[in-house]
């Protein structure tokens, strides 16, 4: 709840919503879909037999239609009664058919060409030519307009823009029906399998588990620049206190995107994308003229045809109309990822984008449709399917708000965002449910309320969490703590648990007791969180106070993430690994956080260190040099800390132990200050730190992505090396991004340092472009880390008496340095994407090398499951 951490990715959490279809052993009343009318099929022309993309289908007199995609397939589900549908394209006289009421049917559709529309038409042969040039290119010129006069179709060109957005989000599960409904999981639950879909995906059908609506307003005013979000209104499905369901919306937020076409790059699924009309699109597509259309009213559009010169390159293959009459907007967009790019469990990746005109003969899009076909393998039946629609209406341009309204928080709710009915639905949405869609509503509310459905997510929670229920109040946890070992303590058992929201949604109280077997010492944990809003301790934002008591062990400058440190794996280390502390820790803090992501954490601590294994804490002494000195059993310190925290539209996953942030292109911002308070409590130490630490994700187009960290502190006072900043080592074999991984524990201190961290991917850009290589979809990366820092005089044992001494081995040859003659630095060469979920550096240490125990190159892992 505290820390930007996590011990789990989000991989998993989709992990568990399949779970929570596939494992659920629920009875439940069927609901069938009644009167449901399923109308698919292709338009193709009738003298070529060419597919046409971006066909009008809809149903005459209602407002229920689609387009036809890249293939030229179309289908179109409603509840209403119909006997007919319409196809309308630029250039091809209108078509209606009839259609049969209540049932699923297929048609073949084939279009004439419209001579009274179609005024001027020039057509493209089918054959292309051998080499393509941008040269004399019409295609090509035509972009390069198109890219000229993209800021002021751009809806930021106006000084004011309102309109009302419906957005609808939804996975499924896909399988063919017969396999779902032979599944030995799903069989015995005819609630399950009667809501599947088979007019989604040829062949096969789709069982919705999630599904998501949102109706806002949006404002945006130029100057000075504003966006504002009024969420008028919200609903999804809820599963219940096993899963961090506003976790899943912000990440089904950060994989569907906006799609803005004039953007340079577009973020789909993690990934970064090239616009087919970004600047330097000539550089990397290849373009072609298929036709140009004077349409009725006088309208003259040019259809484009555009491909990746590079097909494993992040890039779109499609075709887009755009307007001829001086003002080059586009008017509407059918594209699909390549099928050559490198995404992980994709399929098949669609994008369709329209546009309507403005009252001043511009464009803006009107609605925006993105659907994705996630599998293990390319050809297996077995998957998920994903759906964002957002469509766009109210559209007004130029029409100021009074000032108040683009003030305060940039997303703002509605008082009754939640709680809205079905009525206000029906009337809201801009486009109907299906049957199939309602139903996933009701389907996931009795499952999430039966015995079976808990009992199973409590395994799941278990297996991926690492916590198991003990009772409803309850749980045991983390399971993958309860052993590990050590130089100090030797073989050590811990067990623990902690109350869950049925216990209390404002209270949590946690404990955890250890023993080692070498040192024959028990350690404990007690802590308790209160929650001073009326949600749940765990809900954003957070305002809550908590309480701790700790006596345990700890390796100085270790620091982890998404792990603990009595994690088993962690338990295999290189090299030395035996100075350690024993810690007795009292700590109170205070946790505020806002809607904005701004953030402040006030603590009050107490910390009794005492050095173990072979550690010890041996004062200075005299200047006679007289070695005489006792080691000290302890040092105590009471500190006063203070955090402030910017997250920007930061996105997260909720864990049961910490937060997985999203990785968006927004900087964090975290300044740290402590003051030590001598005399307080037995404080022995008087001094001031402060730390500022930045970090950033910088996308780089087509080279793939950086992240960047900076960090710089400063320590006020004189103290002892122990509460000197410790810089953060590693000697396990996983690899640490935060961490330097050639360092050894407690090798360098500072009383003063900065340091910057770079780790790129290219995002498959050089091995996308090897013959072989490329069908691994394996990624590269790179990394390099450098800390300068020094120890002022006041602070160097040398210096004062009173101090204690840099710790050394046996011979006494010293194993803690300062960082004054040069940086510490590091770099590393990676793989990425082995089997999806796995990444090995080759990391080498290029400063410091003759340090004792050190070494200059080494292999480390990570698991980073991602798209």
């Known amino acids: 709840m505290y820390s930007n951490k996590n011990m789990y990715s989000v991989y998993l959490y989709r992990l568990i919503c399949f779970m929570l279809l596939m494992a659920a052993g629920v009875q439940a009343t069927p609901v069938m879909a009644q009167g449901l009318t399923t109308i698919k099929g292709t338009v193709k022309d009738a003298a070529t037999n060419e597919a046409l993309i971006g066909v009008s289908v809809f149903i005459p007199g209602t407002s229920t239609g689609t387009s036809t995609d890249y293939e030229g397939n179309f289908q179109i589900r409603t509840n209403q009664i119909v006997n007919k549908i319409q196809f309308s394209y630029l250039g091809y006289q209108t078509t209606t058919m009839a259609v049969t009421p209540g049932q699923e049917q297929t048609l073949h559709v084939r279009l004439q060409t419209d001579a009274k529309v179609l005024n001027e038409v020039v057509v493209v042969g089918k054959k292309r030519k051998v080499k393509y040039s941008n040269k004399d290119n019409p295609a090509v010129d035509l972009i390069r307009l198109i890219v000229d006069n993209k800021a002021k179709n751009r809806p930021e060109s106006y000084d004011y823009v309102q309109y009302e957005q419906y957005e609808k989000t939804q996975m499924s599960l896909v399988n063919t029906p017969e396999k779902l409904k032979r599944n030995l999981l799903l069989r015995k639950y005819d609630f399950i399998t009667n809501n599947i879909d088979t007019t989604v995906l040829a062949g096969r059908a789709i069982l919705p588990f999630f599904i998501q609506e949102e109706l806002t307003e949006q404002y945006y005013r130029k100057s000075p620049q504003t966006r504002k979000t009024v969420v008028k209104a919200e609903k999804k499905v809820d599963f219940g206190e096993f899963v961090d369901n506003q976790g899943i919306m912000a990440y089904m937020q950060h994989m569907y995107q906006d799609v803005d076409i004039y953007d340079n790059n577009i973020t789909i699924l993690t990934n970064q994308f090239l616009s087919p009309i970004a600047d330097m699109a000539p550089t990397f597509y290849k373009f072609y003229l298929k036709d140009t259309v004077t349409a009725e009213g006088g309208q003259q559009l ?9 097909p494993s390159a992040f890039m779109f293959t499609g075709s887009l109309y755009v307007t001829l009459d001086g003002t080059y907007a586009v008017q509407s967009v059918d594209m699909e990822v390549s099928k050559g790019v490198s995404i992980n469990w994709v399929r098949d990746l669609k994008i369709k984008l329209d546009f309507e005109k403005n009252p001043d003969g511009r464009y803006h899009l009107s609605k925006s449709g993105l659907k994705a076909d996630f599998g293990l393998t390319q050809n297996s039946d077995m998957g998920f399917y994903g759906e964002r629609v957002v469509s766009f209406r109210d559209y007004k341009i130029n029409e100021a ?41 009701t389907n996931i509310d009795s499952l999430v309320n039966m015995k079976s459905f808990r009992r199973t997510m409590d395994w799941g929670t278990a297996l991926i969490a690492g916590y198991k229920r003990a009772g409803s109040k309850i749980e045991i946890g983390p399971i993958n703590t309860f052993y590990s070992f050590n130089p100090v303590e030797g ?88 100075k350690w502390l024993y810690n007795e820790t009292y700590n109170i803090d205070y946790l505020r956080e806002f809607e904005n992501h701004m953030s402040y954490r006030i603590g009050f601590r107490n910390w009794r260190q005492s050095p173990a294994g072979s550690l010890q804490y041996i004062p200075v002494g005299d200047a006679t040099g007289e070695d005489e000195s006792l080691p000290l059993q302890h040092l105590t310190t009471t500190e006063a800390s203070l955090e402030l925290r910017w997250a920007p539209n930061e996105q997260f996953l909720q864990g049961k132990i910490y ?63 122990p509460l000197l900043s410790i810089h953060r080592a590693n000697q396990s074999y996983s690899y640490q991004l935060q961490s330097y991984n050639l360092m050894n524990f407690l090798e360098f201190v500072s009383d003063q340092y900065a340091s910057v961290h770079i780790d790129h ?44 001494r840099f710790p050394t081995d046996a011979n006494g040859l010293p194993l803690t340095y300062t960082l004054e003659n040069k940086p510490y630095m590091e770099a590393s060469v990676g793989i990425g994407n082995i089997f999806n979920f796995f990444r090995i550096d080759v990391v080498k240490r290029l400063t410091y090398l003759d340090h004792p125990n050190v070494s200059d190159i080494g292999i480390r892992g990570r698991f980073k499951f991602d798209f």
């Open 659 to 721: 937060r997985t942030p999203v990785a968006n292109r927004h900087p964090v911002f975290t300044l740290r200050a402590a003051a030590g308070l001598k005399g307080t409590f037995g404080g022995q130490f008087e001094y001031q730190k402060v730390a500022l630490n930045v970090s950033k994700r910088f996308y780089l187009s087509q080279l793939g992505y950086s992240d960047v960290v900076t960090e710089g502190g400063y320590i006020f006072g004189q103290v002892p090396f």
């Open 302 to 310: 040019a259809r484009l045809q555009f491909e990746p010169r590079n």
């Open 491 to 578: 073989f050590r058992l811990r067990f623990g648990g902690r109350t869950t929201n049925n216990f209390s949604k404002k209270v949590m109280l946690e404990t955890y007791t250890a023993y080692g077997f070498k040192d024959e010492k028990w350690k404990y944990y007690l802590g308790g969180t209160y929650s001073l809003t009326d949600r749940s301790i765990w809900e954003f934002p957070v305002r809550a106070i908590r309480v701790s008591y700790q006596k345990d062990t700890n390796i100085p400058g270790q620091e982890l993430q998404f792990v603990q440190e009595d994690n088993f794996l962690l338990s295999f280390k290189r090299g030395e690994n035996d």
């Open 761 to 804: 991917g290219f995002n498959g850009f050089i091995f996308n472009k090897l013959p072989l290589i490329k069908k691994t979809k394996l990624r590269e990366f790179v990394t390099f880390k450098a800390l300068y820092g020094k120890v002022r005089e006041e602070n160097m044992p040398h210096e004062n008496p009173d101090l204690l």
């Open 401 to 441: 708000q009074p000032a108040s309204r683009y003030e305060g928080e940039a997303i703002v709710r509605a008082q009754q965002t939640v709680q809205q009915g079905e009525d206000f639905w029906q009337a809201s949405r801009h486009d109907s449910l299906s049957a199939v869609e309602v139903n996933t509503y």
